[in-house]
């Protein structure tokens, strides 16, 4: 037996514990960040790159009653008259205030009496190897899980987005304890490893299937670049040189008048920024946050490396050398703990480069996990053997160089939502994601 998320060998009676506390979970998450603003804000659209906070409440509602009550337990459809409401590929996001979206006390109530129903479908549901894909090893449950810690960053940036005083609060995360004995970068030896997986039975389409990359050497930074880091790229005038820029990304610099990250200001000689209604100095040993792809590349191309691709960032954070094997993370199998990434919304920022020396893979990069998602150089392509389950719309549709991946996960997403084959993207520009990056080289 192992000890993960319904991986082979797990009886159905611990899955459905597991699925039954990861929903638990996020709806505890879900309820804090809708309940910590008033009617008001929550149906307001604070950024048109933004969905009012009400319609990611009953949409994380809707999808759970599609995908639960009727495709997994076969039921009749509680409101099929606001399906087209919340269809995330029907309305774009800067046209959801004017739909008619149930008020914020119906949304909740729907919500909820999904949610029970949901819960009651559980305890009954066929988990075991014969069961129909949706309901083997709880994948839709799971699935639903996901989804709603999703949506629970989304909505966490959502409040980063917002304007007002402060209305969520963390502690802060802990500090390094060897920091200044770790080397700027690691080395990943040349060879082959397993990328994907077909056997993690939560992973989403896109993860699978396992299959062999051949992988040349490189090395890779040891923590992500830092907003120290950053600000020497800065001052250095890399917003006002056209050199280390894609065509794309200076565009993009000269039509916005960019200058610095999203949300940084300059103040009486200092940087500072704005994080979830306080306006504090720029730490320069944290992860730089907020920066778009192009914005990553053009530091990396100025510091006289690169992005990593995708493939080497996984084989960094998952290829074990001693075995040959892929680990589910980079520190082993283990479900993810607080001594090895910072996840699931516990701090509410990225912890300072060093952090988490439990976290650190086998070849010594560290932070792999949690923190900030970091940019690769990869477009979002699908693996060989790729099958579009259990519908095109979740990844199928984004493939192509539109996107661009984004590995590793941030402070804002919860573990269930987040292992060393998961794979995030967005279109190139983002910058309100909770983004970073670090570099690498050729060997």
């Known amino acids: ?67 639960l009550l009727r ?26 205030p004017s739909l008619p979206l149930l008020a914020p006390a119906e949304a909740r109530a729907y919500a909820a009496e999904v949610r029970g129903r949901a ?36 909505m966490l940036i959502t409040h980063q987005l917002r304007a007002g005083p402060a209305v969520l609060t963390a502690p802060q995360p802990p500090a390094p304890t060897d920091d200044a004995a770790l080397a700027a970068e690691v080395l990943v030896p040349a060879g082959p490893f397993t990328m994907g997986t077909s056997t ?35 001052e250095d005038g890399g917003y006002t040189d056209a050199r280390w820029w894609a065509p794309e990304g200076w565009a993009m610099v000269r039509e916005h008048a960019l200058s610095a990250p999203l949300f940084w200001h300059r103040e009486a000689g200092q940087w500072l920024r704005r994080r979830f209604g306080v306006t504090e100095p720029v730490p320069a040993d944290e992860p730089v946050l907020h920066v778009s792809w192009y914005e990553a590349d053009a530091y990396a ?45 516990r701090h509410l920022r990225p912890s300072a480069a060093g952090a988490y020396a439990a976290g650190r893979s086998p070849y010594g990069a560290g932070q792999l996990m949690g923190d900030v998602w970091e940019w690769t150089s990869s477009d979002l392509l699908p693996y060989p053997g790729f099958a579009a389950f259990p519908y095109r719309e979740y990844s199928e549709v984004f493939f192509g160089p539109d996107h661009k991946v984004l590995r590793g996960g941030s402070f804002a997403v919860d573990p269930v939502a987040c292992r060393g084959t998961f794979r995030n993207w967005d279109l190139p520009v983002r910058r309100q994601i909770f983004s970073g990056f670090r570099t690498a080289r050729d060997a």
């Open 1 to 67: 037996m192992t000890d993960s998320h319904g991986t082979p060998g797990v009886d159905p009676e611990t899955l459905r514990r597991l699925a039954h506390d990861a929903l638990l979970t996020a709806r505890d998450r879900t309820a804090l960040l809708t309940g910590s603003v008033d009617d008001g804000e929550l149906t307001a659209q604070h950024s048109p790159l933004m969905s009012p906070l009400v319609w990611d409440l009953a949409h994380i509602g809707n999808q759970e009653e599609l995908w």
């Open 71 to 96: 495709n997994v337990g076969g039921r009749e459809a509680m409101r099929p008259e606001i399906d087209g409401l919340y269809d995330a590929f029907e309305h774009p996001r800067a046209t959801r």
């Open 119 to 154: 819960l009651d479908l559980l305890e009954g549901a066929e988990l075991h190897e014969g069961g129909r894909p949706l309901e083997r090893a709880a994948f839709a449950f799971g699935m639903i899980a996901q989804h709603e810690q999703q949506h629970d960053e989304t």
């Open 200 to 234: 993690e039975p939560w992973a989403l389409d896109n993860e699978r299937p396992a299959h062999r990359r051949e992988v040349a050497a490189f090395h890779l930074d040891t923590a992500p670049v830092t907003c120290g880091a950053y600000q020497r790229f800065i």
């Open 301 to 345: 191309r100025w510091a006289g490396r690169r992005l990593p691709t995708e493939t080497e960032w996984e084989k960094a954070a998952r290829h074990d050398p001693a075995s040959g094997r892929s680990r589910r993370y980079p520190w082993g199998d283990e479900d993810p703990t607080a001594d090895r990434a910072n996840l699931g919304q």
